[in-house]
């Protein structure tokens, strides 16, 4: 079973940024769709960004937009999502998810995504 694993959540001040990263173990991303989703307490898990690494398109949620950046990262197994100006309402578990076949257009439904991450705490105090 391919697994992904989160890394970079914490805490951190209204303002303040903070770097995810998505890595898979044991295999690489290449021409696969990666998304971020999050989850927050008492609501839906959400597809905030999402990149098709066979093309380098890029979807971002509105609320995201123009704060977050969804990037590959230096090696073939890794995702990056850059956080910047973040604020209390994007307290949530963040996972990644990837799928080799599927190709991301924005608001996509968390069953598209065939493997997971186990999610990481990003909590932004006020």
């Known amino acids: 079973q391919r697994q992904l694993v989160e890394s970079g959540g914490g805490l951190v001040q209204f303002g303040g940024s903070l770097r995810l990263a998505c890595a898979a173990s044991?295999?690489?991303?290449?021409?696969?769709?990666i998304a971020w989703f999050r989850q927050a307490p008492g609501k839906e898990r959400e597809e905030i960004s999402c990149i098709n690494t066979s093309d380098g398109s890029t979807y971002y949620t509105d609320s995201v937009k123009g704060r977050f950046t969804i990037s590959r990262g230096d090696t073939r197994n890794t995702v990056n999502l850059q956080m910047n100006s973040l604020r209390p309402e994007d307290t949530a578990v963040y996972y990644c998810?990837?799928?080799?076949?599927?190709?991301?257009?924005?608001?996509?439904?968390?069953?598209?995504?065939?493997?997971w991450g186990q999610g990481t705490q990003v909590t932004v105090s006020s």
């Open positions: 044991g295999w690489t991303l290449d021409y696969y769709t």
């Open positions: 998810a990837a799928d080799r076949y599927y190709y991301c257009s924005g608001n996509d439904r968390a069953d598209e995504y065939d493997y």
